[in-house]
Every structure is written in C-alpha cells, then in structure tokens.
C-alpha cells in the first residue's frame, strides 16, 4: 500500500511543480500566488506546502535533490576503470543527449529574470557544488577542504555553464573536460 501512496505524492508534487511552472512561464514569476497554484493544481494551500515546505522558490526548481544525488551518483556509480572527471563527463552528455529544449530556456529566461530565483539557483548551486566536492574528496580519499578538491568540483560546475551557453553543449564540455584532464599549458603556451 505505501508503493501506491509514494506514487500518489509523486503525481501529486510533479503536478504541483508543472501547473506552477506554466503559471510562471505564462504570467511570470511574481505575478502567480501560491494560492493560484494550488487553485490550478486542485489541491489546498497547506497541501502544497506539504509537498514544497521550502516556499514558492522550490516549486521552480522541484529536482533540486534529484540533480545533487545525479552529480553524487555520477562519482560514486561510474564504471570500473573509469576516472571521477571520465564518470562526470559521460553523466553531463547523457543528461544533455536530449538537447537544449525549449522547455529548459524559458526555466532558464525565468530564473535569470527574476532575481528572487536568481539568488535561489546560486544557492541551490553552490550546495551542489560542495556535495560533489564532498563526493569527489571521499572517492579519492582526500580531505573535503582540500583546495585541489573544491577547486575541481568549482571547475566542473562552471564547465557545465560555459558548455550550455556554446552552440555545440556536448562538444564544448567534452573539450573542457579534456582541458581538465590534461591541464591548460599547451594551449596557453606561444
């Protein structure tokens, strides 16, 4: 009985999260209640509060702790043989294989529009930044504070964000990626 329950909860939170990102994207951020939302959703206000005690920020961005668990997983999952920047490589390509849609830039258009949801995703970014830090220090058996770990997961995450802004994302990150590998000096060098 609680495997048909988790379901319900699941439907019940993905259709929260869908009926209030189409109000945003519609209306824009600001300008939709939580009310409105859980009007549209069929659910009362303290329903949805259940489902996203975190606040309105949280129904934009619902997979928050899927996409940290991903990045986690990415390191502690990959391939035997397989380097940490090889297993957080081939989970960002895979993850992007569907390409750009046209649903992830208007999240995106929405998130950088509204500051509220800008200061949110540097939040939410940084927190993942620092799992993966952890993920990567315990893999390797370094120290989460070593400069040389955080420095790493830094520079993964702003590979991602440099690659999704480039006209070929996959190509971009796995040309970064190599850079990181293999370091930069025989590019900079004259």
Avoid: C
Avoid at 51 to 70: C, I, M, N, T, W
Avoid at 119 to 125: A, S
């Amino acid at each position: 009985m609680s495997g048909l329950r988790e379901r319900k909860k699941a439907q019940t939170r993905k259709n929260l999260a869908d009926v209030a990102m189409r109000l945003f994207i519609e209306r824009g951020y600001d300008a939709v209640s939580v009310k409105e939302i859980a009007e549209a959703a069929d659910v009362s206000v303290p329903t949805l509060f259940a489902h996203f005690p975190d606040g309105k920020e949280s129904l934009v961005f619902d997979l928050d702790a899927d996409r940290e668990q991903g990045l986690i997983a990415a390191v502690r999952d990959r391939a035997p043989g397989t380097t940490v920047l090889e297993g957080l490589r081939d989970a960002f390509l895979e993850s992007a294989a569907g390409g750009e849609t046209q649903e992830m830039r208007d999240f995106m258009r929405l998130v950088h529009e509204t500051p509220v949801l800008t200061g949110y995703f540097r939040r939410m970014w940084q927190r993942h930044e620092g799992a993966l830090a952890r993920a990567i220090a315990e893999d390797l058996g370094r120290d989460p504070d070593d400069v040389a770990v955080r420095a790493l997961a830094h520079f993964v995450f702003g590979a991602m964000d440099v690659a999704r802004r480039g006209e070929t994302p996959a190509a971009d990150f796995t040309r970064i990626f190599e850079l990181l590998e293999t370091g930069w000096g025989p590019m900079v060098r004259k």
